[in-house]
């Protein structure tokens, strides 16, 4: 049964480190979101956008839970995206994909409304009594304040309530400005509007989000963000940039929604990502506002492809200047920051990973290595508890893989046993993953094991694939753990593919090396 608690106000959480990419949900799953907003919907912090675990253009809308920014729970599919009408919409070529989701909370209807980008006109509606399950889409769709006819489509957005009142800002893409040869595909801007009360359509006049320069950094603007500090309305946005590996970070300000803007430049690259939106932390003291900005970090994804799922996200501080500027974005992996937030309620904490008995951890420094099928790796560890070791997990990732890969659980006597040739391990459990069941995101791949364990044995999961296109995995590498062929226990053993014999000069190095200070994310759970 899941445990529900509700969570005390409290303050100064330790976020993670610029060198921390990757999140996962309380079972061990890499976070698999692009294109995502955090927001404080339904007394909770909800992350929510799409996942590409699927390996297709759109694989639906999903959300996950917390209380307090790190450890999250995943809670499926806001709606089912498999039925006809959400496939013909969503997986249209230049639909947009029902891409960059936001959601707003009505208080005249006392509903949550979710917008997605879909074609033209506007922006398609959904709605739902439940912020994070149960959306019904409207026939009725959102209409902007400016979008010509022809070929122009309102692109990327955000929706937001500010003080009471809804905000849009979107860009509209100039499909006019096409033809290329390399750059850029089109020109697109951003305007801004209000929002009826009712969350579902907008109202008033429009608001044309471009500096003074009137340049093709205005005229590239898209992925925009809202949100208020002091006098300043802010837009944040990135330039046009298709899942890419780097790209503006731009900041827009003002004191009315109606203009001037004033613009700035806070990072070359979003430290190697795109922005996907700001989140506002109101102080559960009283004291200033927090605004906690989060990207997608593209370039952390092995990978090839635009909707790639095995990227990571970054999650860091603003910081303002008196004059209401920002400091520019910082990308040092030794960046800290601690954040003042409300805990949210209602939200499970426990999982296969967070009650494993044995795990290599979750909050860490992880590192996406594909180096499977070229290496075939053997992980250790030694079991702290007797009883029945029920299921060891994995994160793999994969691209089309063309072979199957085989996950088997051993039980070994010592770590000479890797370097003895013809040396037999116990076997526990052999289980073979077809390659329609590995994602692209980093999810746990889980083996039923059912086999009696003692506390103090030592036991291990081998990794071997038959793919010619790679797999991955997350490595953590600690520079202080050694390698000590009596004591250690928790060690990552690999040898390359069809490596089988002694090796070096004088043959007499075994196949297998000891990856010092390595090792792969797992868990095991004994009951």
């Not at 959300?63 to 729970?73: A, C, K, M, R």
């Not at 509209?172 to 096409?178: H, V």
């Not at 009137?214 to 940039?241: K, M």
């Not at 990571?312 to 920002?326: A, E, K, R, V």
């Amino acid at each position: 049964m899941r445990r529900r608690q509700v969570l005390p106000f409290q303050s100064h959480i330790p976020l993670p480190v610029n060198a921390i990419h990757y999140q996962f949900d309380t079972d061990g799953n890499a976070i698999d979101l692009t294109s995502a907003k955090i927001d404080h919907l339904g007394g909770t912090y909800v992350w929510y956008g799409l996942p590409f675990g699927c390996g297709q253009a759109f694989c639906g809308i999903t959300s996950y839970s917390s209380s307090d920014l790190q450890t999250w729970h995943f809670n499926g599919f806001l709606f089912d995206p498999n039925t006809t009408a959400i496939q013909t919409l969503c997986s249209a070529p230049l639909s947009g994909n029902c891409g960059r989701p936001h959601i707003v909370y009505s208080k005249q209807n006392n509903n949550y409304v979710l917008w997605v980008n879909q074609a033209s006109p506007g922006y398609l509606l959904f709605t739902s009594n439940n912020p994070t399950s149960g959306y019904t889409m409207l026939q009725d769709r959102a209409l902007v304040g400016f979008q010509p006819p022809g070929p122009f489509q309102a692109g990327d957005f955000s929706v937001q309530t500010i003080n009471g009142t809804g905000y849009l800002a979107y860009s509209l893409i100039d499909f006019t400005t096409t033809g290329a040869s390399i750059w850029p595909p089109f020109n697109q801007s951003i305007y801004f509007q209000e929002l009826m009360p009712t969350m579902l359509n907008t109202t008033g006049s429009v608001s044309h989000v471009v500096s003074t320069a009137l340049d093709l950094v205005d005229f590239e603007a898209e992925s925009p963000d809202i949100f208020q500090r002091g006098d300043y309305f802010y837009i944040s946005a990135s330039n046009t940039c298709g899942f890419c590996t780097g790209t503006l970070l731009i900041i827009y300000r003002s004191k009315s929604i109606a203009g001037p803007w004033k613009r700035q430049i806070i990072s070359a690259d979003t430290c190697g990502g795109q922005t996907t939106g700001v989140l506002s932390l109101p102080s559960p003291s009283g004291g200033p506002t927090s605004y906690l900005h989060i990207a997608d970090l593209v370039n952390s994804a092995p990978l090839s492809g635009t909707r790639n799922a095995a990227h990571g996200h970054q999650l860091q501080l603003l910081s303002f200047n008196h004059d209401g500027t920002i400091n520019e974005l910082t990308c040092s992996p030794t960046q800290t920051f601690t954040v003042s937030l409300r805990r949210g309620s209602n939200v499970s904490s426990t999982g296969r990973a967070t009650s494993a008995t044995d795990t290599s951890g979750e909050l860490a420094s992880w590192t996406p290595t594909c180096n499977l099928p070229t290496s075939q790796l053997y992980q250790t560890w030694a079991s702290s508890k007797t009883g029945t070791l029920s299921e060891v997990g994995v994160n793999v990732a994969g691209d089309a893989p063309t072979g199957n890969l085989t996950l088997t659980i051993f039980r070994y006597q010592s770590n000479r046993d890797f370097f003895t040739p013809h040396y037999i391990w116990e076997t526990l459990t052999t289980a073979t993953i077809p390659p329609s069941n590995i994602s692209q995101a980093f999810a746990v791949v889980r083996v039923p094991v059912g086999k009696a364990v003692a506390e103090g044995d030592r036991l291990g999961l081998a990794l071997v694939s038959l793919s010619v296109t790679p797999m991955c995995v997350l490595i953590k590498t600690s520079k202080d753990v050694m390698f000590d062929v009596e004591t250690s226990t928790r060690t990552l053993f690999a040898n390359g593919a069809g490596q089988v014999s002694l090796r070096g000069r004088d043959g007499t190095k075994p196949p297998v090396n000891v990856m010092a200070g390595q090792e792969i994310k797992w868990y095991a759970i004994v009951v």
